[in-house]
């Protein structure tokens, strides 16, 4: 018998109750959230969470850089009606901020992307899918009427890619973010010291024993359909494990001019932190740019991208909307970009955390309280609008 | 049976001995009367003294910031006779310090602002109330005779603010310390976990647990009168429950002229940490400011108030007065803040750490150790008076 | 009986061996030796050797400055015959650095300054003898013939300051150091929460107990004639108890003149931390500044003395010498300051360990290491001199 | 009997497992290796293998100064044929980096200098041989056909450090690194406290109790030839135990002269730290420097090697190779240096941990790890070949 099958002799006759929901209401921050996921995740699902590329000096920055920042309110003026509404690629949202498209959602939760787009459509903003989604873009799409983006990885084989452009803009998705990051893909230590290797029928011993430990996500687990990559183009889904080799490093400017071909709608290069790489992507037609070290999970040693932020903006000008991800928990924190001249950020781990504690209603909770959080912030900075965050209202602790 | 029932039956027979004054003997910093707080305080009333907004760097900050500043001592001089004394709104005043306006004093002993008034007046200095207080301006008045500062909040509803200034005028208060960092409140994430809801007559079972532990505070809660805000307009005294909603968010700088126009004389716009906002105060008739970020309980990742004071002071020039808070526990802090070109320091949670460790003779200690290692750096930076405290004693060691 | 009494009980019927030989052998390192130091003391000697003023701020800048410079060697050149030796206050010396005066000695050790001067005697190294020394001047000069400098405290009442001179005169003292940094004590805290008020006939309990603990610092201590301040001139020896008293805050300018005309030999200004103040010194005719925080001891929150030397070396120019002390536990630590512009170093704390962990081997295994660390710094520098290091070895890594 | 004696009785009857192998499968970074070599040594290797001199500021700061740097890579690129090949010292080698001639080998694994050479061999990297390798020059050349490189102590006695030139030559070296930083030798502090005296036929208990802790270690250290220095000139192999006394401090220049007559290689001085040694390199006819701080080992409180880079390769412009090493256990640190400039990277300590935990192909597995961090930084970077590693794509976030 193999260790897979035994997990499933630990298995509850009956579901565990929907998890999470009591919990939720004493969670007051994105970090209080994160420590219930860790609580329901098996270690392998909370190293992928957690971790980043090689010795985290990336992901360490990202969340330090915010502290290098201070705000110098302007006070007082009347912020009864806070608008925290803007335009997005040509769309108005309610709030500054999107999901941002991650890899594998299902490994934290079995709803997956589908509970993460009804959280979106809830709160009216676009939500990013994943070309390494573990749900397809077409089902996604029927979960919610907010604006969709595609995230793109231009793998080897490019009729993949070709394939994935031509779902997605059947299933109405509206823009487009390319990845230009990840040429390969990075080394996850932590992951690797976690034994992460999913989809595995031959589970080792660690997974079994951490499944008796979280049996609500392992109830899930092995009563849901097996996680795949259906945007992975057919005929095959491909595995995880085949991963690796699906990024062969040969992704360069010149893809992006045969995507811009295929592709009519907004499109973004995600994964930009030089001034250079902006200029590029407007010479080549580019709609916008995504600021991005990856969460910290590509290439170590880059810097915060809100560090890199504002010479990245001085170059873009008007000619691109630049978005922003990668360490962003606080309302505080989306405020600050905003100042520094970002169009919207991305939202990636603080909604995986929500995923993870409770699903659909974790997730809801995430982007509540980061909405909340920018309103109070904009209310105590005297600002009416997203317009009125400017450079003006911060202070920069150290040098850059 | 009510949860508050259940913690009635708790009660000792006889009132515990009168707590704090054997400790204070040994209690040589603010600090140390910190520890002795914390050891006399329920959960809940330990994170609000000690807590501040969201992720507490504010907070963190106003302590660190000390840390960046250094003395150049001027030596040796005949030091002997150092005076203290100086003069703040018109008014001579024995110490550079006054008391600071705080809300909700009671919940810290259940003498609250008498006793922290009866200390104020023994040792001759300024002495705030809050808005937010648990006593009247009219039981304070009768206490002291040193000057007394009414704090205002502006409230959505104008006639409150209007009769809270009507009788603090008649009560024979000398000054007015207008906040404008609180068009809304902040979020205490701190507080949150700690579940505090005072006055709240549904206890949670973590309140009854805290309370038979802190029975010298808890004896004293039960048996005095509810806690409530009587400065707060009739005809109700509104609970703290209500209060988020009171701050509406519509104060604006018209606000001030309309108050420049109920009080005549001295106003300070409380919470200034721009050299813009003293300039508006000077141009609308304003007496003075106070450099505050509220202790790091309002917006978080504002800038530490020493940080910024120099460049306010210059705002200022000689049209306004320029007071300061946040973070003092030292007199070697308002020895340099005096040196930046404060006027005075505001006193806070250095008091209220007093009042909770021992009521009345708490205060006074806190008091007399500002007071004596005020006086000692003034010895040993060879300054006679609190004019020789000037810029050339500071040298900053990281850039501001 | 009182506790006092009590401790005698305690007394073992013969003396200990002679203690720390056998375990200056594995120590290394002065903080080696501090350890030892630590272990053989009873808990108020611990807070007055280990501690600073107040919150202890200095004390800490004081060691972390030296990580903020680095060595840039000169390499490579023949330093096989590497000379240590300089000359300081017109004596030639065989090293760099002298031992510091401190008050105190005998709580430490029962042997006191005379096991430290016979230590200095050894390695040829000025000593200085403190006004609040345990033994006397006089004593102290009849163990050694290297040069001995007298520290003074200009007392409230100058009759004994002129008295303490006459003898230092009388005993052959060479040099003067006045110093500037103490028209009153500090507050020590970490002093007063150990309870320390030496010597003291009515031990507290705590005393009993740390007593019995360190039974052979105990058994020297009743052995041992009480301890008293014999330079404080007759007719009465004061006790600690009386001491803050006797800094009465009137040290000026004006008493260096006095004491120039008192005292025909050098005369240095101890306590300097601006260079006008070096200016100053110059002026008046004197000999020499030390650059000081009195070991962190005095005023907190004053800069690390490496930190301020190079532009009082500036302002002093070949007017003055300038020594320096604070903080400097490592031959590398003297070898920097000597680069910086330092003529000697004086070593306080770093010679206390010794005598406290072994007596005199103790005091002479620190200098030896000290010596030892020196010397080697030197020869990798390619120093082959003290006049070799100058400021072009040094790199400051922060700016200062 | 000796105590050298009684740990033979503990050797147990057969050789233990060839020890490590199964492990390394799971390090995936440098420091997982060193924690596994950790595991395998007693204390006092342990303490060679990890300490540096007196405080270990230097070791400290080797790491630490990577943190100062970032990446700002070039993206995207088609990176999928990346080059990691260059040429150093007129060799074609496949990686930018050599194994660092090390002292002692064989204190970390009884085959020592063989395994590595094996390891260098099958990559196809340099290898340096150290003064004081544990294994002559002739064998490890027997063992490898990738450029061998001598290292040069100058001894005291020029006639020993002749013999090793000669020797060197006739085994077919190709270059000679003399180092300059080790006129006299350090003070290592964690060496003596972990008693190490090796070899030494009166071991001390803890060396008798480590020894039974870790078996594996102690039966091929006892089952091996004594250890020794067979490149210390004939007749004798001197002990470690005399070398401190080799080391006189008479290294000059001018023996750098007298070296380059008896040497037709190219020669490097190694342990350079500032600029104007590299232009005396250059003017003496030398062909290349060594920027290193000898792995913190030698004087301490010196600069990061990567901190002093780039004005070093400033003032060798073309004249000279400028190599590094000193704190390097990453591909990413391999791929900074060589941007700021440096044409290959000595890799000392982090071969070693690889030796110690699992001898041959522990050190394969960490020059693994290194080429593939490198290989995949340099993709993430858009860095085809190791030229297009250059200064404009490093960020310094602290000044240098």
Redesign the interface.
């Known amino acids: 018998m193999r260790l897979s099958e035994t997990l499933h002799l630990l298995r509850p006759a009956r579901p565990p109750a929907p998890y999470g929901a009591q919990t939720l209401a004493?969670c007051?921050?994105v970090e209080?959230v994160a420590r219930q996921a860790r609580r329901r995740l098996p270690l392998g699902s909370r190293a992928y969470l957690d971790g980043g590329g090689?010795?985290e000096?990336t992901l360490r920055r990202n969340r330090a850089a915010?502290?290098d920042?201070?705000?110098?309110?302007?006070?007082?003026?009347?912020?009864?009606?806070?608008d925290t509404s803007t335009t997005v690629l040509g769309e108005r949202v309610p709030l500054p901020f999107a999901l941002s498209p991650v890899g594998g959602p299902r490994m934290f939760h079995h709803e997956g992307e589908l509970a993460v787009a009804r959280a979106a459509r809830r709160a009216g903003i676009p939500y990013g899918i994943s070309t390494l989604a573990t749900t397809s873009v077409e089902d996604v799409a029927a979960q919610t009427d907010t604006p969709l983006w595609f995230q793109l990885y231009i793998w080897g084989d490019r009729a993949q890619s070709k394939d994935a452009l031509a779902r997605a803009k059947a299933a109405g998705y509206r823009a487009l973010l390319v990845s230009?990051?990840t040429?390969?893909r990075?080394?996850r230590?932590r992951e690797?010291?976690a034994g992460l290797e999913l989809p595995d029928p031959d589970l080792p011993v660690t997974t079994l024993v951490e499944g008796a430990l979280h049996p609500g996500w392992a109830w899930h687990f092995l009563t849901s359909p097996t996680i795949s990559f259906p945007n992975i183009g057919p005929p095959d889904q491909r595995s995880l494990r085949e991963m690796p080799a699906m990024f062969?490093?040969?992704?360069?400017?010149a893809?992006l001019d045969w995507i811009r071909e295929l592709w009519d709608g907004p499109i973004l290069a995600k994964?930009?932190?030089?001034p250079?790489?902006a200029i590029e992507a407007a010479e080549r037609g580019l709609d916008g740019v995504v600021v991005s070290n990856h969460g910290g999970r590509?290439?170590?040693?880059?810097?915060a991208t809100i560090?890199?932020l504002p010479r990245i903006v001085d170059a873009a000008g008007d000619r691109l909307e630049v978005l922003i991800d990668s360490g962003f928990r606080?309302g505080?924190d989306i405020a600050?970009a905003l100042a520094l001249g970002a169009r919207a950020v991305l939202i990636g781990r603080a909604h995986l955390y929500g995923l993870a504690a409770a699903g659909e209603a974790g997730v809801r909770h995430c982007i509540d309280i980061l909405a909340?959080?920018l309103r109070?912030?904009m209310?105590?900075?005297?600002a009416r609008t997203v317009a009125d965050l400017n450079p003006g209202l911060i202070?920069r602790?150290n040098?850059?």
């Open positions: 004493r007051y921050s209080d090689e010795g000096y915010f502290d920042l201070e705000f110098l309110p302007r006070q007082p003026g009347d912020v009864s009606s806070v230009i990051d040429t390969v990075s080394k230590e690797k010291r062969d490093g040969t992704v360069s400017w893809d994964g930009v932190l030089r250079e790489e590509q290439l170590d040693h880059v810097p560090d890199v606080r505080s600050a909340q959080e109070m912030t209310q105590l900075c005297g202070r602790r040098p850059a």
